[in-house]
Structures are given as structure tokens and as C-alpha cells.
């Protein structure tokens, strides 16, 4: 039988030896430090970071309240939905369907698709996108908000069109492309 012992003092040569400089993360999507960003109604806060997980992933606990969710876009990055309470409709190269708590969604990269709550309740979902960078996006077009259930703030119409000008300005430097509403 071999010991966990054994298997951290052996060498491969096919694995690369391991970094000291990386450091276990451990998150709590309540923490009042993470970021959390409001975004097109919804609310969204980083769990890991690109810089977490040497740019491999990034994690993102998603609020998304009734009538909530992103417009139809595409990027060129593996984007997965582990719904974890609550029901949404996702709307994949112009097919929709429905999926619930304890289902999992996978994009893959340059795909149209989006995401909507069309229920009663909020849903609550985690999203990792692969590889990372889609955190940095939401960071730079997003506004801070208190919690993880916390609403941004209300847009006028002007607040909006600005919003849409200044996601769409940015969205090219995140492999992004908001694509019209069907």
C-alpha cells in the first residue's frame, strides 16, 4: 500500500515539480472582502481568480434575480454553469433550453449563447470560465456592490446606453462579442 508520503517524494518527469510560490485559496462567496460586481442586474462575486490558478480558470458565484442574466454574446474561452439553486433558460446557437439546480451547462468557446432567470426566484449558479480573464472583464465594466445578493444599482436610459457603449468598447479586449437580442 502506498502512503501519501510516498507519492508527494517521488518524482515524474512527466509533472512539473511543485511551485511553493502558489498558495492554497480558500473562499466563502459571503465574504465581505471578495469582490462583489454588479453587473446587468445581476450580481456576480470572484471566488478565484486568473491569478489564483495561474491563469487556467477563474470561478464566479452568480446571483441572478428574476428577469436577470447576460445578453446574447460569444468569446473565445470554455465558459461552464453549475446551476445550484433555482431554474434557467439558456439560449445556445439560437436553441433554448431549461436547466436546474444540481445540472450542469458547458459553452464551448466562440458559441452564441446567454442566460436567463425567467422564474419567481433568484438563481444561483458558479461559473468557470477556462481560460481565465472573464473576471477581469466583469471587474472593469461592472460596479461594486455590498454582498453577493446585493443588486446593482438601477440604470436609467442614459446610464444604460453608456453601459452598453462602455461594454461594448471593452468587450473586444476580453476575447468578448456582444451579439444583438434575437
Known amino acids: 500500500m502506498t502512503s501519501s508520503s510516498d507519492?508527494?517524494?517521488?518524482?515524474?518527469?512527466?509533472?512539473?515539480?511543485?511551485?511553493?510560490?502558489?498558495?492554497?485559496?480558500?473562499?466563502?462567496?459571503?465574504?465581505?472582502?471578495?469582490?462583489?460586481?454588479?453587473?446587468?442586474?445581476?450580481?456576480?462575486?470572484?471566488l478565484l481568480t486568473g491569478k489564483d490558478t495561474a491563469g487556467r480558470f477563474c470561478l464566479i458565484d452568480m446571483y441572478v434575480p428574476p428577469?436577470?442574466?447576460?445578453?446574447?454574446?460569444?468569446?473565445?474561452?470554455e465558459e461552464s454553469f453549475i446551476i445550484l439553486q433555482g431554474e434557467i433558460e439558456a439560449t445556445f446557437r439560437g436553441v433554448k433550453s431549461v436547466a436546474g439546480a444540481g445540472e450542469t451547462l458547458h459553452i464551448p468557446a466562440n458559441a452564441p449563447h446567454q442566460f436567463q432567470n425567467k422564474g419567481e426566484l433568484p438563481v444561483r449558479l458558479l461559473c468557470i470560465c477556462s481560460p481565465a480573464g472573464q473576471e477581469?472583464?466583469?471587474?472593469?465594466?461592472?460596479?461594486?456592490?455590498?454582498?453577493?445578493?446585493?443588486?446593482?444599482?438601477?440604470?436609467?436610459?442614459?446610464?444604460?446606453?453608456?453601459?452598453?457603449a462602455k461594454a461594448g468598447a471593452l468587450a473586444p479586449k476580453y476575447r468578448t462579442e456582444l451579439l444583438q437580442h434575437a
Open 67 to 77: 428577469g436577470g442574466g447576460p445578453p446574447p454574446h460569444r468569446h473565445d474561452f
Open 7 to 46: 507519492i508527494t517524494t517521488r518524482s515524474s518527469s512527466s509533472i512539473a515539480a511543485d511551485d511553493p510560490r502558489r498558495n492554497l485559496v480558500l473562499t466563502q462567496s459571503d465574504d465581505q472582502n471578495l469582490p462583489h460586481i454588479g453587473l446587468v442586474g445581476d450580481t456576480y462575486t470572484i
Open 136 to 164: 477581469e472583464f466583469f471587474a472593469e465594466v461592472g460596479v461594486p456592490v455590498a454582498t453577493r445578493t446585493t443588486a446593482p444599482p438601477k440604470l436609467d436610459e442614459k446610464a444604460q446606453a453608456d453601459f452598453r
